[in-house]
């Protein structure tokens, strides 16, 4: 089974920031805040760093942070839609309704993190690492996993169809209930998953693809 997913700790007291007036800048150090607000367009900034914090209602879509590290910290809608994160690093953080639609994490390091509820499509986790993370009702439709790492991960009722596995390797601990697999690229890379037998059976068509088995029609079956 995977390994339990350390919760965050956040601070009991949070200052308030809005980030329409405070702004993302190269080395910025956020600790025990509540932020949200518009962090406005074409946000650039390295080693931002926040943490025991919660961002409710954030929006910080479009950005590119390098070396952004969160940690101890609750984000709770909002979105980080299109945002391009490299070499960055995510711990004991909870994603609740977060639009993470054509977000890029490449290189980067994700660990005890749960992701809830949210939109995760088309979006990125090249050559990341990522363990003890849990993707529960997400929609992963299209995105990538190509070369990243994973251990004790577990996608729960996920819609992982068309996503591209290329390169991926998952070590022990990877569970996968009741999603969807629909076109998903190189699923042989699933070796090692955790599945219920039921899952297994629907996504027969996906696995009998990546190994060459043609499937019978009925008339053919009858011949």
Known sequence: ???????????????????ALGGLHDELAL?????????????????????????????????????????????????????TVRGGTVQRTAFEGVRLT??????????????????????????????????????????????????????????LSRIDLSGARFGGHCVMRDCRLEGARSVERLRGVAMPVTDVLGAAETFAAALGVRILDPEEDQA
Request: proline share 2%; net charge negative; hydrophobic share 40%.
């Open 31 to 83: 600790e025990a805040v509540l932020a949200g607000g518009h962090a406005g367009e074409s946000v650039s900034a390295r080693n931002v760093e926040i943490t025991a914090s919660h961002l409710q209602d954030a929006e910080i879509s479009g950005a590119r942070l390098a070396q952004l590290a969160l940690s101890d910290c609750r984000i709770t809608r909002g979105s980080l839609a299109n945002t």
């Open 102 to 159: 054509g977000l890029a994490f490449h290189e980067g390091t994700v660990r005890d993190v749960t992701f809830a509820g949210c939109r995760i499509d088309l979006a990125s986790f090249a050559a990341s690492r990522l363990e003890r993370v849990v993707f529960e009702d997400c929609s992963l439709a299209e995105s990538d996993l190509q070369d990243a790492r994973l251990s004790s991960v577990t996608f729960e009722g996920c819609d």
């Open 1 to 19: 089974m995977p390994r339990p997913v350390s919760s965050p700790r956040i601070a009991s007291r949070l200052g308030t920031l809005d980030l």
